[in-house]
């Protein structure tokens, strides 16, 4: 008997031993910030994988459930693991979708997927899909003599297949392409003597799938890594966000937002005094804000909420003053 298995079990059971967080990257050791020289890193993000192309969309196994969240999640943990770059936090993903009413919109194109990278102030995201994840199974009965004896065997072989896309968050373009692919087998037997029987048969699925897609994953590691030129050629990125000056002090400042919104040490803000806000005579809505620019500031220490900046030019600077990345 031959067949395809597929199995939402494995998504269970891989992203289950990866509930321990891996240390983030964006967090330096001991202190808790990151420093001004990791900065050659690139930043990159993992979106949830599909199974678009795999004709199971009616199984259950899309969107952030079962595998394709398990083989997301395990790609950055890899990718974490080998240090080339700065990876985007899975929770912090998430956080973007859910605010984005992302969530449940299954295939990601790359244009959407530039626009979630710059939210959340990677260089690059990477997006997947599971083009093949089964299990296939035979099994073979052969009757000796007038013994009443009978041999059984059963071979099962779990074949993972992925492909993933590297997408440029300025432009939409896609980068580069990589590809993996796993395999694992297993065979077990058994004889039978008039209805008693002997030896095993077991169901080793779940583990053949989980081998399967570690080579493939590891695969797909390989090839991300072998682009890390043609990323490092990537033209810093500027998130898109106002920060608040929330400290002055000799020589340095201190702003509210940090690298959950985009910041990065060795950015160049310019920090901007408003002068005037036009309002919408009907509503009095804050149509736009007149500002000056009053001094500039490099970022040197940055965590998950703030940034400290060393004042590069400019006097006079104060609490409530906005800062905008030019560099």
Do not use: C
Request: hydrophobic share 45%.
């Amino acid at each position: 008997m031959r067949g395809t298995l597929t199995y939402f079990a494995f998504g269970i059971a891989l992203a289950g031993s990866m509930a321990v967080a891996l240390p983030s990257p964006v967090v330096a050791q001991g202190v808790g910030l990151e420093q001004i020289q990791v900065q050659t890193k690139k930043r990159l993000a993992v979106l949830d994988f599909d199974f678009a192309s795999t004709g199971l969309t009616g199984l259950g196994l899309t969107g952030t459930v079962g595998p394709a969240k398990a083989v997301s999640d395990l790609l950055t943990n890899r990718l974490v693991q080998n240090g080339t770059f700065i990876m985007v936090e899975r929770g912090r993903i998430n956080q973007i979708l859910a605010e984005q009413n992302l969530g449940e919109m299954g295939r990601i194109e790359p244009a959407t997927a530039a626009q979630i990278g710059r939210l959340l102030g990677a260089d690059a995201v990477i997006i997947g899909t599971i083009t093949q994840f089964n299990v296939e199974e035979s099994r073979s009965v052969v009757n000796v003599g007038f013994f009443g004896i009978s041999t059984s065997s059963q071979k099962q072989k779990a074949d993972v297949k992925l492909n993933a896309r590297i997408v440029n968050t300025s432009t939409g373009e896609i980068l580069a392409v990589a590809e993996g692919a796993g395999s694992a087998d297993k065979s077990t037997g058994g004889a039978t003597v008039y209805g008693i029987g002997g030896g095993s048969v077991t169901d080793a699925r779940d583990q053949l799938l989980s081998a399967a897609a570690e080579q493939a994953i590891a695969q797909l590691v390989d090839g991300v890594v072998q682009q890390a030129p043609v990323l490092a050629a990537l033209p810093p990125l500027l998130p898109n966000v106002t920060a608040i000056v929330a400290d002055v002090s000799p020589g340095r400042v201190i702003l509210n937002k940090g690298a959950k919104d985009g910041l990065k040490p060795g950015m160049i803000m310019s920090v901007e005094r408003v002068m005037r806000e036009i309002k919408d005579p009907q509503t009095g809505k804050v149509l736009r804000a007149d500002t000056q620019p009053v001094g500039r500031v490099q970022l040197t220490e940055v965590d998950a909420v703030s940034a400290v900046g060393r004042i590069l030019s400019g006097q006079g600077l104060k609490v409530g003053d906005a800062a905008k990345p030019v560099e």
